[in-house]
């Protein structure tokens, strides 16, 4: 079965070279917040600097000029640790608009609209983020965060399901049955034997999935249109 657990702590990475510019974001993001969700923001002054925590992130209100290594740099860097991480870009320049689509996010506000714009995103991306933080899938020997899975696999009696961290658990479930199980649409029938989470697809080929840790994925003649729609209703849903 699929449970939720209490809802959890929204970890929120800030980074902002300008300390003044850093402060005003770290205010905006609080009082947003306040009274409707537990957080905890992380802030720093440069990609390196929000890296070195080592944090798992919800959230992600990030700069895009940084020195060293630009937000959206960095935005690639939080999502390899944290898929369902959804960001949140700021600049004081409108010539960055093309440029952030490198990367999944949910938005791009200029710095002078930061009061208006910021509050509605935050609440936004929040209550997706602990939708999909929240939801865990009861099996035998316990339970698996939903947001952990990057694929599983049938093999003749058993599922195995694959997670970010390299270990896996098995189940008998089918695979039709945990998706049902499961209710999320980004989890993506690819293949008679393959299921894959969809925010750890690197690239997509009519053949194949390249997952974000390098692991290729088949993708069946008679899944290809229902992977490709899933794929880029995934993708226009988070950027």
Aim: hydrophobic residues 40%.
């Amino acid at each position: 079965m699929t449970q939720y657990t209490c809802q959890p702590q929204l970890q929120i990475a800030v980074c902002d070279d300008d300390p003044a510019m850093l402060q005003r974001l770290v205010a905006l993001t609080t009082e947003s917040l306040s009274g409707r969700y537990s957080c905890c923001v992380h802030t720093a002054a440069s990609a390196e600097e929000l890296l070195a925590k080592k944090l798992p992130f919800h959230l992600a209100v990030l700069d895009i000029e940084l020195p060293n290594r630009s937000g959206i740099e960095l935005a690639t860097a939080i999502m390899e640790s944290s898929p369902h991480c959804r960001v949140l870009f700021v600049s004081g320049y409108a010539r960055y608009v093309s440029d952030v689509y490198d990367v999944p996010h949910v938005g791009m506000i200029l710095k002078d609209q930061l009061e208006h714009q910021l509050p509605k995103f935050l609440l936004r991306s929040a209550a997706f983020a602990l939708a999909e933080a929240g939801a865990h899938l009861a099996l035998k020997d316990g339970t698996v965060p939903v947001a952990d899975i990057c694929y599983m696999e049938r093999q003749g009696h058993w599922t195995h399901i694959y997670l970010r961290d390299g270990s896996q658990q098995r189940t008998r479930e089918k695979l039709d049955d945990l998706l049902r199980l499961i209710g999320n649409p980004a989890f993506c029938r690819c293949h008679v034997s393959y299921v894959v989470y969809l925010p750890y697809v690197k690239a997509m080929t009519p053949q194949q999935l390249t997952l974000q840790n390098g692991q290729i994925l088949p993708v069946s003649r008679p899944n290809r249109v229902a992977v490709k729609n899933a794929f880029f209703q995934y993708i226009s849903e988070h950027t």
